[in-house]
């Protein structure tokens, strides 16, 4: 299985389209690389507020459009797809973090 197949399989696993957790991991790896690259001065950790803010903002995933296609209308959505990832391993939390962080963050449902 690729790489891609594998996160098509975590989101949807979750009850989410395939591509909703390959944006966010775009949005994560983003972030990490633009440190890399010095465009960061800070540690490419991302918090909960940090990686909506992103998706809302962002080219890959910012659209109304596009959010309500991938399920995420809100950061509750967005949470659990975050955590499906780090139960598979693929992404790691900081200490004190949980799912919780993504609770209030944004509604679209409204929209």
Same mark, same amino acid.
């Given at each position: 299985?690729?790489?891609?197949?594998?996160?098509?399989?975590?989101a949807?696993?979750?009850g989410?389209?395939?591509?909703?957790?390959?944006?966010?991991m775009l949005l994560?790896?983003s972030?990490?690389?633009?440190?890399?690259?010095?465009q960061?001065?800070i540690?490419?950790?991302?918090?909960a507020g940090?990686?909506?803010g992103?998706?809302?903002r962002? &080219?890959?995933g910012g659209?109304?459009a596009? @959010?309500r296609q %991938? +399920?995420?209308?809100?950061s509750e959505d967005?949470?659990?797809?975050?955590?499906?990832?780090v139960?598979?391993?693929?992404i790691?939390?900081q200490?004190? &973090?949980?799912?919780?962080?993504f609770?209030? @963050?944004f509604d %679209? +449902?409204?929209?």
């Open positions: 299985m690729s790489d891609l197949q594998r996160l098509q399989s975590i949807e696993r979750s989410y389209p395939g591509d909703a957790a390959v944006v966010i994560l790896e972030q990490e690389q633009a440190s890399r690259d010095g960061q001065p540690a490419p950790h991302m918090t940090d990686l909506c992103r998706l809302l962002s &080219e890959t659209s109304w596009t @959010l %991938l +399920r995420l209308l809100t967005v949470g659990r797809v975050v955590y499906a990832l139960e598979e391993g693929l790691a939390t200490a004190g &973090e949980s799912e919780e962080n609770v209030g @963050l %679209l +449902r409204s929209k």
